[in-house]
């Protein structure tokens, strides 16, 4: 089973069939592994590849090329969506990820709802679909992960995010529609991704946590519009990935309703128990990205075996990383997955 070919070993972890070892992926978007070793050594760089498709497409392949992670990931922000449906965006630099500027809209009930196919005609929808179409061109053995930002997160840049939280309990009505909004926009767009090369679809979801939410809000807002997000996405074939961010205890009854085919934890959740209360569910993580910025390569290799004695399904880093982690560390982790087979 050694000869199987990144997406092959991919594909049977998604269908809990017997592989040689885990994957090691970095998905992309709010884990995206574009650092600035990567960009130094390549010249293929940020902010300039936010915006051009075969540089975006050049920059995924330099990172798989350098890091060791088995699988192309793009955009290598969480604002495609947001710019798309009109709210204000800061590019960021080299060091420096893009961020949301302004919100389109102060409150729920301000939102203008518009058909999700005008829509996808703006922005950069076309720049990460050309991307993907010439990065699954290239190549045919190595997964390519379309990253999406999740609703609640795209809702709560669309609407100025501390009134958003608050309007989930106040005004729950126009809350719901506008997720039903961005999740219909969402699915449409990863279906475009998926039809442009992509055979996994990431959903991150920073916003939808535990922590912020609260179990009752958790399931009535994240779980609802995630599931449904997934919904429409499986329709195309594609397998989906979401990683929930923080602490999971409020909500951790929750996650196994979640119908992604693999879930993405943060650091601080213990997976190899979360895998002996819910089986049924398929980990993926969750090495610390603190490790990675500010460890050492014996380290992280000895953390990642760790996570291989723990039997997690796919190893991966835990968030987003640093832009500063060192490739060293990074190549600790892949190095060391790989070893294990």
Known sequence: MSDLSPKERISRVFEKKAVDRPPVVCPGGMMNAAIVDVMEKTGHTLPTAHREPELMAALSQDVREHTGFENYGVPFCMTVEAEVLGSSINFGSLTCEPKIEKEKYGRVSDVVFTKPETALHSGRVETVSAAIAKISERQSDTPVIGSVTGPISTAASLVDPMTFLKELRKDRENSHR???????????YATILVESGADIISIGDPTATGEILGPKMFEEYAVRYINKLIDGIRK???S??????GKLEAV??????????????????NLRLLKEEYPSITTMGNLSTYVLEFGDPEKVSKMTEALLRNKIDIIAPACGLSTSSAVENIRALTETV???G
Not at 240 to 245: D, E, N, Q
Not at 252 to 263: G, L, N, T
């Open 338 to 340: 790989k070893g294990s």
């Open 252 to 269: 951790k009854q929750y996650v196994p309703e979640i119908r992604a085919q693999a879930i993405s934890t943060d650091a601080m959740v």
């Open 236 to 238: 195309t074939n594609a």
């Open 178 to 188: 506008v997720l039903e909004y961005v999740t219909d926009f969402l699915t449409a």
């Open 240 to 245: 989906v990935i979401v990683h929930i961010c």
